[in-house]
């Protein structure tokens, strides 16, 4: 290769190049603009989405939260009743009183008159004698007569109670359980102190001693359903008894009595927050201009307000529960998240958020369509670019190929024809010394004369060869017998350069189908070849036989040998090995490739053994053809 050519191949690829990713990157630009276009186009639609769905729930969330105002209103006033329906969204009704709510399950029944001084007399000497002295019998005495000197059925219950526990603890169990079946009947909805019924705890009694069990059941999931609120001691005794009571019934009843826990710790945190800030909910009015301001409070949350019925009524709270008032798709939330916006006027520690993805932007055409789209352009256009850059090398280096072959061609045709000239000018003037010299001119100007046929029966050759031309003639031929030929040609050069030729054959004399003339070519190109690059070596050999089931020819030198990365392309039309030992040796590389596709015509296959320094073996194989007896 001429020292100009890298430079010209490096300006073929950047003008390729140029011409590629010029445009592709401007369509690129252009791409990205309208990419980035549309997406601020999206997301400018869908703020304006967002917006519009905001002021849409704020006006549906207001007009459903009013009715309920007012329904709750005519309720309060005695108009619509006195009990909250089961559909109403309303969770609770508080009226405050002194910073504080009256908390939904506060006893509104007047306070009991107070105990006699001989019934509170008996049920100390009763307790006395329980816990103190551990004489349950005597015990079990001093509550009777409490229980007979008892004024209200709170006293009659409680009276019962001790008097159930000490039957049990004196071992009586049965008079223990008639008791417990009896206040169960009797007591059943009758509270203490702590607001808890006393047939509760004779219900536990029986459930710890396992008697009577389908009685406390149905006594517990009746009385879970008797009311809208339980005292908490009431609900935490519930929800104890209701996780020990098998069926789908009871199952039910614990989950309603587990939500209405988390309602009144809700609801108890609500009014300690109010009273330690008895202002927060008129500075919510205050801050929130309009007919009704909301606050949220909790975990759902709750909507709360402050109502005053009427101008003579003290304000109740009302609270709400805003998954029962809110739209699908929305939820409502006190703190702050990602995607949740406040909700604005009437509204105060309140923020909506819709499902994900709701005003997510949604351009015309995704920007992965886009990115597809150019990918694969660009794709097609550098693939393009690359096969016309490689059909441009190829072309460039296929004509500096042949540049190359003719002139080593015509170097070779040169080298015998000035041989030829030479010695037959001297023969001409006469000038050879005797008839020994003037033979060896003639056998010079014969081996010449041959040699200058071979080179242009090599090219005739290789052009028939290209344009699909060449015929074979196949005939049954004795392998030694083309070895023989290939030698008797090459034996003057040979001579003459002091090479010796070795011929052997293990003695099998295997023929082929083939055509004599080309594999004696295919021969002389290999011996030739060893010739050439046998360096300071003067000895090749050639074996023939049968191996494998095929016959085999291999020529072997013992010069400069071949590097193992060139094995592959020593086959190749006008190839040579590029080293400094073969600068000298002239060549038009056909000589390996004729010899291969003689070699594969006939069903064959040519293979190279060598190592740089060692020599090299070409080894031919052919299919053996089997002669009829």
């Given at each position: 290769?001429?020292?100009?050519?890298?430079?010209?191949?490096?300006?073929?690829?950047?003008?390729?190049?140029?011409?590629?990713?010029?445009?592709?990157?401007?369509?690129?630009?252009?791409?990205?603009?309208?990419?980035?276009?549309?997406?601020?186009?999206?997301?400018?639609?869908?703020?304006?989405?967002?917006?519009?769905?905001?002021?849409?729930?704020?006006?549906?969330?207001?007009?459903?939260?009013?009715?309920?105002?007012?329904?709750?209103?005519?309720?309060?006033?005695?108009?619509?009743?006195?009990?909250?329906?089961?559909?109403?969204?309303?969770?609770?009704?508080a009226?405050?009183?002194?910073?504080?709510?009256?908390?939904?399950?506060?006893?509104?029944?007047?306070?009991?008159?107070?105990?006699?001084?001989?019934?509170?007399?008996?049920?100390?000497?009763?307790?006395?004698?329980?816990?103190?002295?551990?004489?349950?019998?005597?015990?079990?005495a001093?509550?009777?007569?409490?229980?007979?000197?008892?004024?209200?059925?709170?006293?009659?219950?409680?009276?019962r109670?001790?008097?159930?526990?000490?039957?049990?603890?004196?071992?009586?169990?049965?008079?223990?359980?008639?008791?417990?079946?009896?206040?169960?009947?009797?007591?059943?909805?009758?509270?203490?102190?702590?607001?808890?019924?006393?047939?509760?705890?004779?219900?536990?009694?029986?459930?710890?001693?396992?008697?009577?069990?389908?009685?406390?059941?149905?006594?517990?999931?009746?009385?879970?359903?008797?009311?809208?609120?339980?005292?908490?001691?009431?609900?935490?005794?519930?929800?104890?008894?209701?996780?020990?009571?098998?069926?789908?019934?009871?199952?039910?009843?614990?989950?309603?009595?587990?939500?209405e826990?988390?309602?009144i710790?809700?609801?108890?945190?609500?009014?300690?927050?109010?009273h330690?800030?008895?202002?927060?909910?008129?500075?919510a009015?205050?801050?929130?201009?309009?007919d009704?301001?909301w606050?949220?409070?909790?975990?759902?949350?709750?909507?709360?307000?402050?109502?005053?019925?009427?101008?003579?009524?003290?304000?109740?709270?009302?609270?709400?529960s805003?998954q029962?008032?809110?739209?699908?798709?929305?939820?409502?939330?006190?703190?702050?998240?990602?995607?949740?916006?406040?909700?604005?006027?009437?509204?105060?520690?309140?923020?909506?958020?819709?499902?994900?993805g709701?005003?997510?932007?949604?351009?015309?055409?995704?920007?992965?369509?886009?990115?597809?789209?150019?990918?694969?352009?660009?794709?097609?256009?550098?693939?393009?670019?690359?096969?016309?850059?490689?059909d441009?090398?190829?072309?460039?280096?296929?004509?500096?190929?042949?540049?190359?072959?003719?002139?080593?061609?015509?170097?070779?045709?040169?080298?015998?024809?000035?041989?030829?000239?030479a010695?037959?000018?001297?023969?001409?003037?006469?000038?050879?010394?005797?008839?020994?010299?003037?033979?060896?001119?003639?056998?010079?100007?014969?081996?010449?004369?041959?040699?200058?046929?071979?080179?242009?029966?090599?090219?005739?050759?290789?052009?028939?060869?290209?344009?699909?031309?060449?015929?074979?003639?196949m005939?049954?031929?004795?392998l030694?017998?083309?070895?023989r030929?290939?030698?008797?040609?090459?034996?003057?050069?040979l001579?003459?350069?002091?090479?010796?030729?070795?011929?052997?054959?293990?003695?099998?004399?295997?023929?082929?189908?083939?055509?004599?003339?080309?594999?004696?070519?295919?021969?002389?190109?290999?011996?030739?070849?060893?010739?050439?690059?046998?360096?300071?070596?003067?000895?090749?050999?050639?074996?023939?036989?049968?191996?494998?089931?095929?016959?085999?020819?291999?020529?072997?030198?013992?010069?400069?040998?071949?590097?193992?990365?060139?094995?592959?392309?020593?086959?190749?039309?006008?190839?040579?090995?590029?080293?400094?030992?073969?600068?000298?040796?002239?060549?038009?590389?056909?000589?390996?490739?004729?010899?291969?596709?003689?070699?594969?015509?006939?069903?064959?296959?040519?293979?190279?053994?060598?190592?740089?320094?060692?020599g090299?073996?070409?080894?031919?194989?052919?299919?053996?053809?089997?002669?009829?007896?």
């Amino acid at each position: 290769m001429s020292p100009a050519g890298p430079p010209r191949r490096t300006r073929r690829i950047w003008l390729l190049l140029s011409t590629i990713l010029i445009p592709t990157a401007v369509v690129a630009l252009l791409v990205v603009r309208v990419v980035r276009q549309e997406n601020e186009l999206a997301e400018r639609r869908a703020s304006e989405e967002r917006h519009d769905a905001l002021d849409q729930l704020r006006r549906e969330l207001s007009a459903r939260l009013q009715a309920v105002r007012l329904e709750e209103v005519n309720r309060l006033i005695g108009e619509s009743g006195t009990r909250l329906p089961p559909d109403s969204p309303i969770v609770f009704v508080a009226p405050m009183a002194q910073d504080h709510m009256v908390l939904p399950w506060a006893d509104h029944r007047p306070p009991a008159a107070p105990p006699s001084a001989m019934f509170t007399r008996y049920i100390e000497e009763g307790e006395t004698l329980e816990f103190q002295r551990r004489d349950a019998s005597a015990a079990s005495a001093a509550y009777r007569r409490a229980l007979a000197v008892a004024a209200s059925v709170a006293q009659r219950c409680a009276a019962r109670l001790a008097l159930g526990r000490s039957h049990a603890e004196a071992g009586e169990t049965a008079e223990a359980e008639r008791i417990d079946l009896e206040m169960i009947g009797d007591c059943g909805e009758v509270p203490d102190a702590d607001g808890m019924p006393f047939g509760m705890y004779a219900a536990e009694r029986l459930f710890e001693r396992h008697r009577q069990e389908s009685v406390v059941a149905e006594y517990v999931v009746r009385r879970e359903a008797a009311r809208q609120w339980h005292s908490p001691s009431e609900a935490h005794a519930l929800q104890s008894l209701l996780r020990r009571i098998p069926g789908a019934s009871a199952a039910a009843s614990l989950r309603a009595v587990s939500q209405e826990i988390r309602n009144i710790e809700q609801v108890v945190a609500l009014d300690r927050d109010l009273h330690d800030h008895p202002g927060q909910l008129q500075r919510a009015a205050r801050t929130a201009p309009g007919d009704l301001s909301w606050m949220g409070y909790g975990d759902e949350p709750w909507l709360v307000t402050l109502v005053s019925p009427a101008s003579f009524a003290a304000p109740v709270v009302i609270a709400v529960s805003s998954q029962r008032v809110v739209p699908a798709g929305v939820t409502l939330q006190v703190e702050p998240s990602p995607g949740a916006v406040p909700l604005g006027d009437g509204f105060v520690i309140l923020h909506a958020a819709w499902a994900a993805g709701r005003f997510s932007p949604r351009p015309a055409v995704p920007a992965v369509v886009y990115g597809s789209v150019l990918s694969v352009v660009l794709v097609a256009v550098l693939l393009a670019g690359y096969l016309v850059l490689r059909d441009v090398h190829r072309e460039a280096d296929t004509a500096e190929l042949r540049s190359h072959f003719v002139a080593s061609v015509s170097h070779e045709l040169r080298t015998p024809l000035a041989s030829i000239r030479a010695h037959a000018e001297t023969l001409l003037l006469g000038r050879t010394p005797g008839a020994e010299t003037t033979s060896e001119y003639l056998r010079t100007i014969v081996s010449e004369s041959e040699r200058l046929g071979r080179l242009v029966d090599s090219v005739l050759e290789f052009s028939r060869i290209e344009q699909g031309r060449k015929i074979y003639r196949m005939r049954v031929t004795a392998l030694d017998d083309v070895v023989r030929a290939a030698a008797r040609t090459m034996e003057y050069p040979l001579s003459q350069l002091g090479f010796t030729l070795d011929i052997r054959s293990d003695g099998t004399h295997p023929t082929v189908l083939g055509d004599p003339e080309a594999l004696t070519h295919a021969i002389l190109n290999l011996l030739s070849n060893a010739m050439k690059y046998s360096g300071e070596a003067r000895r090749i050999e050639m074996q023939t036989g049968t191996r494998g089931g095929d016959a085999f020819v291999e020529v072997t030198d013992h010069g400069i040998g071949i590097p193992r990365d060139e094995h592959s392309r020593i086959f190749e039309r006008f190839h040579r090995v590029r080293s400094t030992e073969t600068e000298g040796i002239a060549g038009a590389g056909l000589g390996l490739a004729l010899a291969l596709h003689v070699v594969e015509a006939h069903q064959g296959r040519i293979a190279v053994v060598s190592d740089v320094g060692r020599g090299s073996t070409f080894a031919v194989n052919l299919p053996l053809q089997r002669l009829l007896a």
